[in-house]
């Protein structure tokens, strides 16, 4: 595609790297966030601020999105003043908030109705993957759509695979998250064991991390639960909200999730002990809370 206006709504711990990768690519961008002080530094190397989310549809060509829960997707999206009302026909929209599978096949149908072509594509790789531009892209709409798109997509992103029709994309991060989960608990076991055992945590992963209990979390999250850096790369709020989407969908299809829902259960007690701003390495000290 030729490089078209981006609209981008949401520059957190993530979407202000991706939006800087669009921009260093040769995008025009268009930001807009509910506190305008979170987009000063995009601000500053050439974005353009819109004052509303009807402002930066009408000029935009393709709308990326990537808030914190269904609810914020709902209000960006719908309403007289949201993007669907707005946005030009032939227009992209992009979210990829990590929400639910059924409000992604809602705006896919709205978004039709208009002339305007919508995604869901859900990402994972955290702060490291945004920064690196290594993002994994789980998509889901129309083929067509998801090609013109995809020059985007690989801006910010190296793993990018469409999963099916809209809706498909979400579904797919929900296994992403349900897979972490329980992941979670077990990088975070370790370490412990390690610590009671008398060893060197950083030692073991070198052997761990390698082998079959192999994993991003292990490799990623592990040194930074050992070093005590509970700083977000993906926060244990979000995390939170996320496993809530995947049980209530395992539920509808009448699908049993025991490991998920002893992971929120963890992870909500972490987030009553204010940790919910905190990275989902954090669960670290839930552990210690119990243990003391």
């Known amino acids: 595609m030729k490089r078209e206006k981006i609209g981008f709504v949401g520059t ?19 930001v807009f966030t509910r506190t305008k002080e979170k987009a000063v530094e995009l601000l500053d190397q050439g974005a353009n601020w819109k004052d509303s989310i009807a402002a930066l549809a009408k000029d935009s060509d393709i709308i990326i999105t990537i808030v914190g829960y269904p609810s914020d997707v709902e209000s960006i999206y719908f309403g007289e003043h949201g993007l669907l009302e707005n946005a030009k026909p032939g227009s992209y929209v992009i979210d990829m908030t990590t929400s639910s599978p059924l409000l992604a096949q809602d705006i896919h149908k709205q978004a039709k109705e208009k002339g305007i072509h919508a995604l869901d594509a859900p990402v994972s790789g955290g702060d490291v993957g945004a920064q690196k531009a290594a993002l994994t892209i789980m998509a889901g709409g129309d083929t067509e759509s ?62 761990i991390e390698f082998g079959a209990a192999g994993s991003w979390s292990l490799s990623n999250l592990g040194p930074r639960m050992i070093r005590g850096d509970f700083a977000p790369g993906f926060y244990v709020k979000h995390f939170i909200k996320d496993m809530k989407i995947a049980i209530e969908s395992a539920e509808q299809m009448e699908l049993p999730v025991p490991g998920l829902k002893l992971a929120k259960e963890l992870y909500d007690k972490l987030n009553e002990a204010e940790g919910g701003n905190d990275g989902t390495q954090a669960l670290l000290k839930y552990y210690r809370i119990m243990m003391a």
């Not at 790297?17 to 961008?29: E, F, K, P, V």
């Open 146 to 207: 998801f090609q013109a798109i995809q020059p985007v997509f690989e801006i910010m992103g190296q793993n990018i695979v469409l999963q099916g029709e809209a809706g498909a994309g979400q579904h797919t991060k929900m296994c992403n998250q349900i897979a972490i989960a329980s992941g979670m608990l077990g990088v975070t076991e370790a370490i412990l064991y390690a610590e009671k055992a008398g060893l060197d945590p950083e030692t073991v992963l070198k052997s």
């Open 12 to 30: 957190g711990v993530m979407g202000k790297s991706m939006a800087r990768h669009l921009m260093d690519a040769g995008y025009t961008l268009n």
